[in-house]
C-alpha cells in the first residue's frame, strides 16, 4: 500500500472551495488503494456498460419480436429464445460487475480506515507529552474514531459513481445516435444537479465542521465522566454531569438535525430531477413520434436509457453531498498527522549495562507561557541515590519527564552517560531507563501481564522484581497469583499494591536509572523503608532519583537536590542542606509533622491477597 499523506493534500486555506478540497482528498484515496479502487471501478464500469446494453437490448425485443408479434398475432420461438438469451446474458454479466464493485468499495473504505487510524495512533505515539496535556483525550478519541470514519465515509459509492460515468457516456451517446433533440432535452438535468451541488457545498461546510466538533466534545465529557467517577458518586455530583452531558449531546442533536435538514432537502431534490428530466423527455419524445422523426421502439429505448441514468445521478450526489463532511473529517485528521513537536533523535547509542550517570545543565522548560523550570544544573552520579524534594509546583515532576525524556528541554542539555538525549538512537533511552510516576496505571490484565508488559520474561524474574517492590506476599495471596486479573485500571487493587505493582514493572527490567516520581505514596512507610533499602542492597545496576515528601525516604537517599519555583535552591547530604537552607528546613519539618498526624497508609500486612 502506498503511503502518500492526506496532510499533503488537505493542508490548503479554509476559504478553497469544499468542492475543490474533496477532490484533493478522492485523489488521495485513490492514489493509496489504487488496485482496489481499478478492480471495483471495472467492475462498475462493467455494470454501466451492461446497463446501456439492456437498454438496447429492450429496444431491439420491443422493435423485432414484440411489435411484430402484436401485428402477426402469433411469436416466433426462435425470436422469443434469443430475446430471452440476450437478456439473461446481459443480466450475469451485470451481476458480476454489481459483485465486484461492493466488494472492491466495501474492502477500500475498510483500508484506508485502518490505515489512517494506524497513522493517527503513530502520530499520538510520536508527538511529547505537552502535545497530549494540551489536547483533551476524548478529542484525541474522536480524532480515531469518529473523524477517520467520516473521512472516508463517501469511499463507499465512490466507485460506482466513478464507473457509472461510463454508463453516463454511453448513454448520451446512444441517445444522441437514436435523437439528438430528446438527448438535448435530457441533458438539462446534468448542469441542474452541478448548480444544486455547488450550493449545497457552499452551505453544507460550516454546518459539518460544527457537528463534526461537537462529536468530539461529547466525547470528551463522556470520558472526564467515566475517568471520574469516583469523583462523581463521592460528591454526588451524578446530576451535574448528566445536565452538562445532556448539554452537550443535545447541542450535537442539534448539529446533526441541521445537517439532516439540509441534506434532507438535496437528496430529494437530486431524485426529483431525474423524473423531471424523463417526464420532459417522454412529452417531447411524444411528439416526435407523431411526427414521424424516431419510432416507438426508439422512443422506449431513449426513455428506458433516461430512467437508467436517475441512479446514477443520485449516486453522484451521495459522494458530491457526503464531501463537505468527509472534508471537515479529513482536516480534522490532517491536523493531527501534521502537528509538530515530535523527539528528534541521533544515533548514539548507550552502554548496556552500569548504573547510569545523568547530569543536567542549564536547562529550562515551559509549558506555553509558563516557565516551569529555569537553569536547572545538577548531576547525578552512577549507582547513587538523589532525592528531589521541592514543595507544590516546583517543578519536580516536569524534572522527571526531562529524564526520562517524555519531553526535551526548551534550553539546556540533559546528559546520559555523557551522551545528549537529544543525540540518542530512538529507543535507546527507554532501553536505559524506567520511570515509575505519581500515577500508578494498570491495565485491564493479569498481574503478569501489568508487570512483562508483552515481554518475553520468564516468571522467575517477575517474582524476583515482585519481591523487591514488597509485592510478592499479596500477589501470592491472590486467587490465581500471577495470573489474576486486576480489573481496568488495576480497580480491583488497593492504592499501595498498584503502586508495587507499577514499581515491579520497572524493575522487571533492570533499568540503569530509575526514577520514581512520588510512586510509594500509597504505601505504608514501614513498607516503603524496606522497597528503598532493598533498591539499595540489591545486585541491581541502578541509579535511583526519586522525588519524596517522607523525611524517612528523604534521609535514606544519598544527596538531596531542593528545588523551589523551578530553580535547584541547595543540593548535597540531607544534614548539610537542613543546616543552611531555611526553605528545606521548614519543608521537611511540615512534612514530618504532617506523617505523626496522619494515619497509616497501606499497611503491606493488611493488605495481602486483597482482591476489591
Known amino acids: 500500500m502506498a503511503t502518500v499523506g492526506i496532510e499533503d493534500r488537505l493542508d490548503a486555506p479554509a476559504e478553497e472551495p469544499v468542492l475543490r478540497r474533496g477532490f484533493r482528498l478522492l485523489a488521495s484515496g485513490i492514489r493509496e488503494e489504487r488496485k482496489v479502487f481499478l478492480l471495483a471501478a471495472t467492475s462498475s464500469g462493467t455494470y ?34 434469443a430475446a430471452v438469451a440476450a437478456i439473461v446474458a446481459v443480466a450475469i454479466v451485470k451481476a458480476a460487475g454489481i459483485i465486484g464493485r461492493r466488494v472492491g468499495a466495501s474492502v477500500m473504505q475498510a483500508n484506508l480506515e485502518a490505515a489512517y487510524r494506524r497513522r493517527v495512533t ?46 453516463v457516456v454511453v448513454a448520451a451517446v446512444a441517445m444522441l445516435v437514436v435523437d439528438p433533440v430528446i438527448a438535448l432535452v435530457g441533458g438539462l438535468v446534468f448542469p441542474a444537479v452541478a448548480l444544486l451541488n455547488y450550493l449545497y457545498q457552499r452551505t453544507m461546510g460550516p454546518v459539518a465542521n460544527r457537528a463534526q466538533q461537537l462529536r468530539a466534545d461529547v466525547s470528551r465529557v463522556a470520558h472526564e465522566s467515566f475517568d471520574g467517577a469516583l469523583v462523581v458518586k463521592t460528591l454526588g455530583r451524578e446530576d451535574d454531569e448528566t445536565r452538562r452531558f445532556a448539554q452537550t449531546a443535545w447541542q450535537l442533536r442539534d448539529a446533526n438535525v441541521e445537517v439532516g435538514r439540509r441534506r434532507g432537502f438535496f437528496d430529494p431534490v437530486v431524485d426529483a430531477l431525474p423524473n423531471l428530466g424523463l417526464l420532459l423527455v417522454l412529452v417531447v419524445g411524444a411528439h416526435r413520434v407523431g411526427s414521424g422523426a424516431i419510432s416507438t421502439g426508439q422512443l422506449v429505448e431513449v426513455a428506458y436509457l433516461f430512467t437508467l441514468l436517475a441512479f446514477p445521478i443520485r449516486a453522484i450526489g451521495w459522494v458530491l453531498g457526503g464531501m463537505a463532511e468527509s472534508v471537515v473529517g479529513g482536516e480534522r485528521v ?25 547530569e543536567l545543565r542549564s536547562v529550562d522548560f515551559a509549558y506555553g507561557d509558563s ?21 507544590t509546583g516546583a517543578g519536580k515532576s516536569t524534572l522527571t519527564m526531562l529524564l526520562v525524556r517524555l519531553v526535551d528541554p526548551r534550553s539546556g542539555q540533559v546528559f ?18 524506567a520511570i515509575v510516576p505519581q500515577q500508578t496505571f494498570l491495565f485491564e490484565d493479569t498481574v503478569r501481564g501489568n508487570v512483562t508488559l508483552g515481554s518475553d520474561i520468564p516468571d522467575s524474574d517477575v517474582w524476583a522484581a515482585l519481591r523487591l517492590a514488597q509485592a510478592d506476599r ?62 539499595r542492597d540489591a545486585a541491581l545496576p541502578s541509579t535511583v532519583v526519586v522525588v519524596a515528601h517522607r523525611s524517612a525516604t528523604i534521609r535514606l537517599a544519598d544527596e538531596v537536590v531542593y528545588v523551589e519555583q523551578g530553580s535547584v535552591v541547595d543540593r548535597g547530604p540531607h544534614a548539610e542542606v537542613v543546616a543552611r537552607c531555611e526553605g528545606y528546613r521548614a519543608l521537611v519539618t511540615a512534612y514530618e509533622q504532617q506523617e505523626d498526624q496522619a494515619p497509616t497508609a497501606d499497611d503491606d500486612e493488611s493488605d495481602v491477597g486483597v482482591v476489591r
Do not use: C
Open 474 to 535: 499479596f500477589v501470592g495471596a491472590l486467587p490465581d497469583g500471577l495470573g489474576t486479573r486486576v480489573g481496568e485500571r488495576g480497580a480491583t487493587l488497593s492504592g499501595g499494591q498498584r503502586q508495587r505493582v507499577a514499581l515491579a514493572r520497572a524493575l522487571v527490567r533492570r533499568p540503569r536509572l530509575l526514577i520514581l516520581d512520588d510512586a510509594t505514596s500509597s504505601v505504608d512507610p514501614r513498607v516503603e523503608e524496606r522497597i528503598l533499602k532493598g533498591l
Open 334 to 358: 490532517s491536523r493531527v498527522l501534521r502537528a509538530t513537536g515530535a523527539l528528534e533523535y541521533g544515533d548514539d547509542q548507550l552502554p548496556d549495562d552500569g548504573a547510569a550517570h545523568v
Open 48 to 81: 454501466g456498460l451492461m446497463t446501456v446494453a439492456s437498454s438496447w437490448v429492450l429496444g431491439q425485443v420491443t422493435s423485432k419480436v414484440i411489435l411484430p408479434s402484436i401485428n402477426h398475432g402469433h411469436a416466433k420461438t426462435g425470436a422469443l429464445v
Open 416 to 433: 546520559l552517560d555523557g551522551v545528549d538525549m537529544r543525540d540518542t538512537a530512538r529507543g535507546a533511552v527507554a532501553a536505559s531507563v
Open 122 to 167: 503513530r502520530s499520538y505515539l510520536r508527538l511529547p507529552m505537552e502535545w497530549h496535556q494540551r489536547h483533551p483525550t476524548g478529542e484525541l478519541l474522536s480524532n480515531a474514531n469518529a473523524d477517520v470514519s467520516t473521512m472516508w465515509d463517501f469511499v463507499s459509492p465512490l466507485p460506482f459513481s466513478v464507473g457509472v460515468l461510463v454508463m
Open 371 to 391: 516557565t516551569v523550570l529555569s537553569d536547572v544544573t545538577f548531576p547525578v552520579a552512577a549507582g547513587r541515590t538523589v532525592a528531589v524534594v521541592g514543595p
